[in-house]
């Protein structure tokens, strides 16, 4: 049985899933809230 590990970070959530070729059906899924601090941007152009 082969299978694909699927990862998506993005900006709110993290999210993975496994899917099994033979069947084309996801195995598991699991999302987690992304709970990283982005740095504002700094303006330079004074």
């Excluded at 082969?2 to 970070?9: E, F, M, N, R």
């Excluded at 993290?14 to 990283?36: C, F, K, M, R, Y």
């Amino acid at each position: 049985m082969a299978s694909y590990l699927g990862i998506d970070v993005g900006t709110t959530t993290i999210a993975g899933l496994v899917l099994d070729t033979d069947s084309a059906e996801v195995s598991a899924s699991h999302s987690i809230p992304n709970d990283s601090k982005l740095p504002s941007a700094v303006r330079t152009d004074n």
